[in-house]
């Protein structure tokens, strides 16, 4: 079979694997339709993640069609259409039963991480049960792969770590895939302010097409104040962190309002300096996780009812044989108002 494989230093490559088989009888093999990239790809791709090594097929995220199953996979069948989730669980450990699936014991981030994942012709799926979700015929398989991870981290590590309420005020700060997700969860919420922040304009169109109330480019040098502004200067309700880096998160500090939560989801690489000397005394709480990925049923229902629309952060398709300018879309999104890239199958 054809898989991208992580072959060294910055390079991923088409390559021919051996097809997966059953190794567990928890297992299921899926024949992927289309494998989405993430950010995290890349960061393996920069040799940030140890446990990624070379050789790896990449990809935690992806739609496929059940191939075998185990035989202690029960409720799916073959042919069926699945969504894969980022987050392999096995439902059993003391961490997937406190519902902390993400530290699962023998599985959390393992596709494209620990063993070969989704992008590829085939890929096994571990604890297939709890890791596989049936794909409703009346959801575009295209515009699934988005709920694979970039849905259920904005809405859980984002929206519900960050208790969006109605009528609340709501920063977001990042609006790649996972930021554009956090909006569009954010607003089932009602809140009567969403204020979106990125360094990109074209980013930031897109999320006052997708329903934020403002936008704020960071770069302006008024940027602070124009954000305080929009709450009179209170400061938000909810602020959410979707960067990683240093200079969002002090943002984040500056805009909490009291009685107000921060939220990361970004993921980061340096350290940050946590001002507690001008915090302490404002009531807030700030929360940090790596997704469970437990709301993906809920999810996938607001998909199908239509209450929640995923396609328009699927901006780019590439067929297997052209991952080299899939993965460099990717890299380079702002020049491309490329979201999410998926690779078809
Ligand atoms: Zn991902
Ligand atoms: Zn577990």
Redesign the pocket.
Known sequence: MKALVYTGPGTVEVLERPKPTIKAPTDAVVRMMHASICGTDLHILKGDVPSANPGLILGHEGVGVVEELGDAVQGFHVGDRVLISCMT?????????RGI?A??????WVLGNRIDGTQAEYVRVP?AQLSLHTLPASIDPRAAVAISDAFPTGFECGVLSADVQPGSSVVIIGAGPVGMATLLTARLFTPSLIVMVDLDDARLQTARKLGAHHTVNSSAPDAKQKLLDLTNGDGYDSVIEVVGIPATFKLCQELVGVGGRIANVGVHGTKVDLHLETLWDRNISIHMALVNASTTPRLLRLVESGVLETGSLVTHHFACGKAGQAYETFRTAAQHQALKVAIDF
Do not use: D, L, V
């Open positions: 669980k096995c439902g059993s450990c003391k961490y997937c039963q699936a530290h699962c014991e023998t599985g959390g604890h």
